[in-house]
Structures are given as structure tokens and as C-alpha cells.
């Protein structure tokens, strides 16, 4: 051993003592019955969360926020509740793109985009409609009513203690999780690992284990959305098969083949931001599943804003994210100072270039981050949930952008932004503590 590694060793107190857990088997087994199931709820979860709320820029103008004055007393304002995380995950409108400003003095903004209507976007308004959404009143006796379902029994434990996620486990380790940290609760049932004779995907001749088809999967899941009764449907099935091997101290190799189908969560036809999954074995046994756990209200139309006035939306709220970043003293891009950038490429710069002179050249080095052109020319009506201020949920509607994106040097790609669709008027958002409005502006994909 060399005499670094003895310093080393001498610099750790621990390093000349050994910790074993008073029951390891006890511990992997724990490990072993839960982790690989709840690691795929908690991955969908996490998605969820990064993908789960929209901006609320349509509540903003040039000038800021949108006036009130003109909505219809017939249709209420939708007062957007400012979005929460649960323990530590960013909230879903923490999400952020290169068109949307992290407040934090480790990012800079690199690009700053100039949108534009495509000569394809409509200038007229309509209407669209909005759905309240009825959640379960209690989350230990909604866990308690999906575990039947799924032929769990046992007792709902409050997971944290916090009464938001409840669970009930069997004596055979299958369990049903119910959690109410996102803005819609969500359910997850999962079998025990499975301990028995190896499963292989194939046979000893070679020849493939068959899986249930499409078709089976499509009827087993419409049989359990009948049971859950929330009344959303699905549609847009992706379907996938894996081989999961699962070796356990003691305990012979076991191989699962399994059949995955995400689904999209429909409201009347229309496609929301909610999914659905379902997982079976070659046997056609339900081995995994999770959703949400919601009922739409009747729906309420509202008058929307225009798909070409939405794109002015999402320069707004770019600038408002900008200016909000730059004048509480953020860095914005090498050589740029506080001053807020400006809203389009033909407008000044938002602060002075630097210029040095190097054996008698005078180089210019732009000052604040790149303009990008953006020209968004098609768009996509889909729903997103927002919490309101009195605590009611409602699925709303949203554009989603498609267009092209032109960097400086010529090159282009295809980027996507989402904006509400329902007009200003009836939106209000919540200010944020420091006076500025709540980050969540347009996101890219």
C-alpha cells in the first residue's frame, strides 16, 4: 500500500471499521420486493411532473398582465394557482427549454428566440371547452377501493405520514400505491417480484414464448377502466415487450416476459396531458398498472384567443422571463450586464457590444445571448391541468406549436412551444413573491 493511500485510510475514521447490517437478507428481499415495480411508477411520475403543466403565458400581453375587465359574468376566471412540488421535485412549470429562463446564477440564457406566425396560423378566435375535474375526496379510501379492484387486500398505510400517498400491501407483497402530489392523483398497482422456476422468453427449442396480442391487452385494460369508473377513456396505444430477470440471495433465477401498452388519457375525444399503463405477463396476468384518478366535469365552453395571437403570447412571456432573470442581477450570456434584452431581431440590443483592439483589428464580440428566428406555422389543440386558487382542478386547453427554428449560421430544426388557448380575459395568473409572475413560460421539447 503506498503512502498516499495509508494517509488516506489515516484521514478516515471509519476506514479501519467494517458496518454490516444487523439483517441483510431481511433488507435485499425488502429491496428485491419493491424496487424494480415502484422504480417504473416513480420514473412516469417524474415524467409527469417534468411534463405536466403548460405555460400560463396566455395571461400576458406587451404590457404585462391581461385585464379582467371584459370577461363574460356568465364564465368564470380561471385564477391559476401557483404550481407546487412535493418533497424537493421541481414543479411541473419548472420544466424548462432554451426558450424559457432558469433563475439560478449557474445558467445563462444562451438563445433568445424571435417568434413569428407562419403564414398557415389562423387569425380567427373560437371557442373550446374547459372541464372541471372531480377527484376522490379521500386518498385512503380511494387506495382502499382500487386495491379490490386489482385484489389487493390489506389496510392503507400513510406511506409519509403526510396523508397524501397511502399503500396497502398483501401478505404476498402485492401492493397499491395512491398519491396526491401531482395536480391529479395518481394509482399504481404492482405485483411482488416473482419467486419460482425461471420463465424463460424462449423454450428449449428455440422458439419464442408468445405473448397476449394487442387485442387481449386493449380488452384487459378497458375491463379494469370499466371497474375504476373515473369515465376518461384512452387512446393511442404503445405497445413494447421485455424480459425482466430477477436474481435473489437464496432463491433461483427468475425470468418475467412482459408486454407494456401506454396509453394517452382522453377527455371526449380529446387528448390530455394525463397516461395510462398497463403491464402483463405471458400469461396475460396483470403484473403492473398506473393512471390517474379523475372524472371530468360536463365540459364549459370558453372563447379562445386566436392561434396567430397565442405566438404573441410566447414572445411576451419570453421577455417577461428575460427581463425578470437580468434585472435581479443574473448572468445572461458572456459579456452582458443587467440591462433587460429586447423582444425581436430588429430591435437594440439590450446592452452595448464590447470591442478589443489587437494589433491595430478592432473585434467586436455581441454582447447578451443569440436571437434565434422562430416561425411557427401549424399548431394542435390538446388539454392541461391547472389548480386554481379556491383548490378545483380543470383541464384547459393549449396550442401546440410547431416550427422552424433558424440558428445564425443557416442551419434549422423543428422545435415545439405550448401556450394556453383559452383567451386572457378569463385567465389570471398568481404573482410571485418578488412582484415578477410565475416561471412557466414556453417550454421546448
Known amino acids: 500500500m503506498s503512502d498516499f493511500e495509508e494517509r488516506l485510510r489515516a484521514a478516515d475514521p471509519a476506514a479501519t471499521s467494517s458496518y454490516q447490517h444487523p439483517d441483510t437478507n431481511a433488507m435485499i428481499s425488502r429491496i428485491m420486493a419493491r424496487a424494480p415495480r415502484a ?12 411534463a405536466g403543466s403548460v405555460a400560463v403565458a396566455a395571461a400576458l400581453t406587451v404590457g404585462g398582465i391581461a385585464a379582467l375587465e371584459g370577461a363574460s359574468p356568465s364564465l368564470a376566471v380561471f385564477a391559476l394557482a401557483a404550481p407546487h412540488s412535493a418533497l424537493g421535485v421541481r414543479s411541473p412549470t419548472a420544466k424548462f427549454g432554451t426558450a424559457e429562463i432558469p433563475n439560478s446564477n449557474i445558467m445563462r440564457i444562451y438563445e433568445e428566440f424571435d417568434f413569428s406566425v407562419g403564414p398557415d396560423l389562423s387569425t380567427n378566435s373560437g371557442t373550446g371547452a374547459a372541464y372541471e375535474l372531480q377527484l376522490p375526496t379521500s386518498a385512503s379510501a380511494e387506495d382502499a377501493r382500487i386495491a379490490a379492484i386489482f385484489g389487493v387486500s390489506g389496510t392503507p398505510v400513510d406511506t409519509n405520514n403526510d396523508g397524501q400517498d397511502f399503500t396497502v400491501t398483501d401478505s404476498s407483497g402485492d401492493y397499491v400505491d395512491y398519491e396526491t402530489y401531482d395536480t391529479v392523483p395518481q394509482w399504481s398497482y404492482s405485483v411482488a417480484i416473482p419467486q419460482g422456476a425461471d420463465t424463460s422468453s424462449t423454450t428449449s427449442d428455440g422458439t419464442t414464448v408468445p405473448m397476449p396480442s394487442q387485442s387481449t391487452v386493449n380488452g384487459d385494460v378497458q375491463n379494469y377502466l370499466s371497474q375504476l369508473g373515473y369515465g376518461y377513456q384512452v387512446s393511442d396505444p404503445q405497445f413494447s415487450t421485455s424480459n425482466n430477470v430477477v436474481t435473489s440471495p437464496g432463491q433461483a433465477t427468475v425470468t418475467t416476459n412482459e408486454e407494456q401498452a401506454t396509453y394517452s388519457v382522453t377527455v371526449n375525444g380529446q387528448v390530455t396531458d394525463q397516461s395510462l399503463d398497463f403491464t402483463v405477463d405471458q400469461n396475460n396476468n396483470v403484473v403492473s398498472a398506473d393512471g390517474p384518478a379523475f372524472s371530468a366535469e360536463p365540459a364549459v365552453n370558453y372563447p379562445l384567443q386566436s392561434p396567430a395571437a397565442g ?12 427581463a425578470q432573470i437580468t434585472a435581479s442581477g443574473q448572468s445572461s450570456g458572456p459579456g452582458s450586464s443587467t440591462t433587460p434584452l429586447t423582444g425581436s431581431s430588429g430591435s437594440s440590443p439590450a446592452t452595448p457590444p464590447s470591442t478589443a483592439v489587437t494589433n491595430d483589428t478592432t473585434t467586436t464580440t455581441p454582447s447578451g445571448p443569440p436571437i434565434v428566428d422562430v416561425t411557427l406555422d401549424a399548431e394542435t389543440i390538446s388539454y392541461q391541468t391547472y389548480q386554481l386558487t379556491d383548490g378545483s382542478v380543470w383541464m384547459l386547453p393549449i396550442y401546440n406549436y410547431t416550427g422552424l427554428v433558424t440558428n445564425a449560421d443557416g442551419s434549422s430544426y423543428t422545435g415545439t412551444w405550448s401556450t394556453i388557448a383559452v383567451d386572457p380575459t378569463y385567465i389570471q395568473v398568481s404573482t410571485s413573491s418578488s412582484g415578477g409572475i410565475n416561471p412557466g413560460g414556453p417550454i421546448l421539447y
Open 39 to 50: 422504480g417504473r411508477h416513480v420514473l412516469r411520475s417524474f415524467q409527469l411532473r417534468m
Open 311 to 322: 405566438v404573441e403570447v410566447l414572445e411576451a412571456q419570453q421577455q417577461a422571463n428575460i
